[in-house]
DNA sequence: GCTTAGGTTTTG
């Protein structure tokens, strides 16, 4: 009686087992461990076609799962009630006692769980069973039941790194002298008997913070972050995705499929995602997702009460109540510990410089050039800036004639760049689309009236720049269409001879920032910070006065340059006063990959005050790193205080390093001591912010002399303090930029010399912050409002200063403002 | 055939 079929008995959760057998745990089925009368019990979760071995033996191959309990379960899927069943068979002591030195699974239905509180990551096991007993057992095997395993036989599994499974599986066969017994779902009628085929499997659901290097998994998560699907260098598309869950824990999958639809249908951060089969690695010292195969996906809108309806592509897919509980859980969670951005912005609240993603319908599209493709879309909103149109051949413009007239005045011109071209070119007229992270520039407006508005998808996917396309059944797209119905487009034909400032009236939509303006009309823009007690002093009359002088004026900023704020911002030595642009990131790779070539010098390793870790990479360049960890006290210190020196490494790693410690230092080997790179690079990098030095002011010492500051009773690692010892003259950071100020006697250029007074922003971290970058943006739109006339702008109070400059050639008054920051207001 | 990308900068 090899293989037996038998009932569950009504009401009973346990099998009734020979008193003998005692439970094993998963992590317990190890070799070495002696398990006779030990018996191990799991769900069905995957079973294999019944074939045959080599020498003609019959193998069947199931997949059990390990009960574990996860916080899934503990909110909502306990406690379980046991399972119910009308038909019953008793086994009886002597029955089960015959099968002392056999196999013994026990097949039983639904669902029954330990309350083991672990989360291990490996939870289930392959069982392997050979010759007759793998046909019998593959006749009645069904997904979803819970198998009873004893007196196994163990080994090692070979399949381990593929599967992620238990490191061993179990063998069993009749030969071996193996028994199975099989409890089993009642099957009442012969209809039931075909359905069961179909059982749902049982599937768990790791929590993020559960995950383990090697494993594959499914899981449940909240979109924080993602990249819409884009054809990536390979063969497939790509998509990025990073997920959080209650266990606050954040999880970045990197998802690639040659079918598009096969990736998850992403529109808004929120969306609450399941994967199965999710393989689980680590890297960069994270834990990373990435597709493997039977790779499966649903996607879920993540508003709360919205109608629960899986995204996906697969036609299989399983989907119960338990999920949708899980789906309104993830929901509720999210709603109150996640921040997803308000209302979508339309093209009337479009403000330049803040990037924003668009719900919108294609309406034309046109080829410009091999690296640019223009899309002409709309929403039904007017933007309140003129907006720029891009030169395309007309025969080049596809889309409907007629229409493409009549929307004239509503469509905008978006030009997409680079990698995101193929899939422009690729979408239907009509089509609606969701584009991510659009860049609304300011074209340089020398001509003063009228300043435009461009619309850029750069290249590349940072930010999650990238375009989707919404379906149909989409809520936003059908509430979009249902605007676009209702847009008259007579009245928008009618609006080309208004300003845009009676535009906004006609659309009701006067956007915060006009409203804003409005307001700083009557009241000055910028504020004094010290002076108060002057008068004023008209432009005419510094104009024709002899410097230096110092005055308070009122006045308007008719323009300024730069008018790419970035380029504003200069490095400058406080020494010998000279000027320099910021290096880029480029030059920095360039100085790294050299000192790359001189290998570490292993006697300047591990020395009283740094410990030191090398390695060689693995591609065929074999680079070798070093990273020299500062010790204090002769121990290492947190990785957030530490300071460390990195030799060989990339300008990514060196970037990632900035993230987790607290300064880097990118240093190269000599013969007697580590020295500092070409002050061309950094000579140190703090969170986001690289340190310079002056290349004539500094001379540099021995990086040996930082040794003085680690042992200083608590160190700091200033920058300043850093450059001090190391000999090098630190660089600032300022903005340098020119103010051309009228106030109706006469125009003056002022400049401004600012570290971070004036705009209230830091000029050393505008760079690596998009953020701050729109913020001076959004600053500098209130001070000179694009798109104004002179009686439209506000009022500056400024105190300048004069002072002469004097060559050989000529002598020049200059101006420059001092004590004056933007009013808090503006801010 | 077994990569692609690996959230974090565009400056057109």
Known sequence: MPVQLLKIIKGKSEIPLPSHLQKEDLKNLQEGFDHTNKYFQGLVILSYPLTKLRDGTDFFKVVLQAPSLHWLENQHLLPLSPPDSTNSVTVTEQQAEGCRSYLVILLVTGVSRDLDNSCSQINSINILIYGKMAEDCAKVIQHGDTFVVAGFKLAKSPTLREDGRHGCHLEVSEEAGSAIYIYTIPRATAASETASVSVTPKYVYTPLNCLKDGTIVNLYGVVKFFKPPYVSKGTDYCSVVTLVDPSNVKLTCTLFNGNLDCLPKIYKVGDIIRFHRIKVREYNGQMQGITSVGFASLTFDGTVGAPIVPRTSSKVYTFMDEEQKTIEELRVWAASNLSISGPAVKLSGVQPMLFFDLTCQLVGKAKVDGSSFLLKVWDGTKCPYPTWKVPVEARDLEGEKILLHQLRNLTVDILVY???????????????????????????????????????????????????????????????????????????????????????????????????????????????????????????????????????????????????????????????????????????????????????????????????????????????????????????????????????????????????????????????????????????????????????????????????????????????EIAQVLGIEPLQYVFIMKFTLVDGTGALNAYLFDYEKFFHIPASEILTSNFLQQKMQMTMNTLCPPGRKLDDLPWLECFIKSYNVRDEMKHQVYYQIFDTTVAEDVV
């Open 418 to 720: 680079d990698n995101h071209v193929q899939l422009a070119k690729s979408l239907k007229i009509g089509s609606f689309l969701r584009i991510y992270s659009i860049h609304p520039k300011q074209a340089s407006a020398d001509n003063e009236d009228v300043s435009q508005i461009e619309f850029h998808l750069h290249g590349g996917t940072c930010y999650g720049r990238g375009i989707g396309v919404l379906p149909e059944s989409n809520p936003d797209v059908k509430e979009l269409k249902t605007f676009l119905e209702s847009v008259d487009l007579a009245d928008s034909q009618n609006m080309e001879s208004m300003s845009s400032v009676e535009l906004d009236g006609t659309f009701n939509s006067v956007t915060d920032l006009e409203s804003h303006l409005r307001r700083c009309q009557h009241f000055s823009v910028t504020v004094l910070t010290d002076h108060q007690d002057l008068n004023n002093t008209e432009l005419k009359t510094i104009l024709n006065s002899t410097a230096p002088q110092q005055y308070r004026i009122r006045a308007k900023l008719r323009t300024y340059k730069p008018q790419k704020l970035y380029q504003s911002i200069k490095l400058h030595c406080s020494k010998c006063n000279s000027l320099q642009e910021v290096p880029d990131g480029d030059d920095f790779d360039f100085i790294l990959q050299g000192s790359a070539v001189t290998a570490p010098n292993p006697e300047l390793h591990n020395t009283s005050w740094y410990d030191s870790v090398t390695w060689t990479t693995q591609d065929q360049k074999q680079r070798k790193i070093a990273i020299h960890f500062v010790k204090h006290d002769e121990m290492l210190q947190q990785p957030e205080d530490t300071l460390l020196m990195i030799e060989g490494g990339t300008l990514k790693e060196v970037w990632k390093l900035t993230k987790r410690f607290k300064c880097v230092i990118p240093v190269r080997s000599t013969e007697d001591d580590l020295e500092l790179l070409d002050l061309s690079a950094p000579f140190l990098l703090q969170g986001n912010i690289k340190y310079y030095g002056c290349k004539q002011c500094s001379t540099p010492k021995p990086v040996k002399s930082l040794s003085s500051i680690a042992a200083e009773q608590r160190p700091s690692w200033e920058p300043t």
